[in-house]
């Protein structure tokens, strides 16, 4: 299976901004292109290295080539937990976890 790709946007006080930034990014890239129902952006909190959450925001593997562009890294698929949609299709999450091998 394709890989997945992560960033982390860190402490979740400031990863407001680059979420912003990134669903921005994300609208201009399919402006410019042609995208598909696979393709989307999830993000969530997690439990860091530190005393705070941090903010983890995941690509589909459809979206191999704008996650690279973003500076995000091959990771494994992420388990369907507190996942919310930044950006992309909503129909995204059937056809990603439909099967429920997270």
């Given at each position: 299976?394709?890989?997945?790709?992560?960033?982390?946007?860190?402490?979740?006080?400031?990863?407001?901004?680059?979420?912003?930034?990134?669903?921005?990014?994300?609208?201009?890239?399919q402006k410019n292109n042609k995208t598909t129902d696979d393709m989307?952006?999830?993000?969530?909190?997690?439990?860091?290295?530190?005393?705070?959450?941090?903010?983890?925001?995941?690509?589909?593997?459809?979206?191999?080539?704008?996650a690279k562009s973003q500076q995000a890294l091959p990771c494994p698929?992420?388990?369907?937990?507190?996942?919310?949609?930044?950006?992309?299709?909503?129909?995204?999450?059937?056809?990603?976890?439909s099967n429920n091998d997270s």
């Amino acid at each position: 299976m394709a890989n997945w790709f992560h960033k982390n946007f860190g402490d979740d006080i400031w990863a407001a901004q680059s979420l912003s930034e990134l669903e921005a990014s994300f609208f201009q890239f399919q402006k410019n292109n042609k995208t598909t129902d696979d393709m989307a952006i999830y993000y969530r909190h997690e439990s860091g290295n530190g005393l705070h959450c941090e903010v983890v925001g995941y690509f589909s593997p459809a979206l191999a080539g704008f996650a690279k562009s973003q500076q995000a890294l091959p990771c494994p698929k992420p388990t369907q937990d507190n996942l919310r949609l930044l950006a992309g299709s909503e129909l995204a999450w059937l056809q990603l976890f439909s099967n429920n091998d997270s």
